[in-house]
Antibody, heavy 123, light 107 residues
Framework: QVQLAESGGGVVQPGGSLRLSCAASGFRFSEYPMHWVRQAPGKGPEWVALISYDGSTKHYADSVKGQFTISRDNSKNTLSLQMDSLRTDDTAVYYC????????????????WGQGTLVTVSS | DIQMTQSPSSLSASVGARVTITCQASEHINDYLNWYQQKPGKAPKLLIYSASNLETGVSSRFSGRGSGTHFTFTISSLQPEDVATYYCQQFDIIPPTFGQGTKLDIK
């Protein structure tokens, strides 16, 4: 079955950096667009970033553009999110999520999610 | 960005009751609207896609309808395992956006 497992969360000071990873299994990872979605405490989810199935296309929410970088390694079935210049309002649980569609089409909705990893930005 | 407004923000109902949640989009989004269920400490789970289509394996007591800017999500007969927060999400216009959630519990 589809499994997504995030890691790399933790506590970081404002201005610091963190790199999240998501290990995928149970499906053909290289065929699917993938996303990062975050959820601040007590809030609804917020889409963060998309990467196409082959890594050639990346889109970001305006709130993280120029600050976060999404990447993938299809040989290792791994999705990553490099987060720089972190701010207190980046505090959230970060989920990796699989797109509904396969290949070049992107649905921008999410049929499988990981369990999430908590990022806390605090001095 | 398209704003998604859910009502009510919280809801308490009896086991067996019919429950309806509303989601209003700030712009016309055709039927590009999904519903997710999130239980405490867990990731959201897709229940309904494209306004009215039941995701595989999801109980038929869940249903959705609507188009344009006004959407509804209904549980036909509330069960204890349905205690959760429910979110709508539009995927017509990028970035995809979620409602603020409706927290549902048992009376």
């Amino acid at each position: 079955q589809v499994q997504l497992a995030e890691s790399g969360g933790g506590v970081v000071q404002p201005g610091g950096s963190l790199r999240l990873s998501c290990a995928a299994s149970g499906f053909r990872f290289s065929e699917y667009p993938m996303h990062w979605v975050r959820q601040a405490p007590g809030k609804g989810p917020e889409w963060v970033a998309l990467i196409s199935y082959d890594g050639s296309t990346k889109h970001y929410a305006d709130s993280v553009k120029g600050q976060f970088t999404i990447s993938r390694d299809n040989s290792k079935n791994t999705l990553s999110l490099q987060m720089d210049s972190l701010r207190t309002d980046d505090t959230a649980v970060y989920y990796c999520a699989r797109d509904r569609e396969v290949g070049a089409t992107v649905a921008y909705y999410f049929d499988h999610w990981g369990q999430g990893t908590l990022v806390t930005v605090s001095s | 960005d398209i704003q998604m407004t859910q009502s009510p923000s919280s809801l308490s109902a009896s086991v067996g009751a019919r429950v309806t949640i509303t989601c209003q989009a700030s712009e016309h989004i055709n039927d590009y609207l999904n519903w997710y269920q999130q239980k405490p400490g867990k990731a959201p789970k897709l229940l309904i896609y494209s306004a009215s289509n039941l995701e595989t394996g999801v109980s038929s007591r869940f249903s959705g309808r609507g188009s344009g800017t006004h959407f509804t999500f209904t549980i036909s007969s509330l069960q204890p395992e349905d205690v959760a927060t429910y979110y709508c999400q539009q995927f017509d216009i990028i970035p995809p956006t979620f409602g603020q959630g409706t927290k549902l519990d048992i009376k």
